[in-house]
């Protein structure tokens, strides 16, 4: 799934250890998160959320056909 984690991260000049640390995930699940590799669980989806204070829908594209 797209998503925009690395943008967000980058405009708060976060490492992805930084953003790791935030929601309580390891920096390699971040990495594999901004890749597009793995979807995170809906408890870490919604810590980022929060994090980033954006609905999960500006963070992940849902929408996208495989």
Not at 18 to 37: F, H, P, Y
Not at 49 to 64: G, Y
Request: aromatic share 10%.
């Amino acid at each position: 799934m797209k998503n925009k984690i690395r943008d967000l991260r980058a405009e708060k000049s976060w490492t992805q250890e930084d953003l790791a640390k935030a929601v309580g995930v390891s920096r390699q699940t971040i990495n594999a998160i901004e890749k597009g590799k793995f979807d995170p669980s809906l408890p870490t989806a919604f810590r980022l959320s929060k994090l980033f204070q954006k609905p999960i829908e500006d963070l992940f594209d849902f929408n996208e056909e495989s």
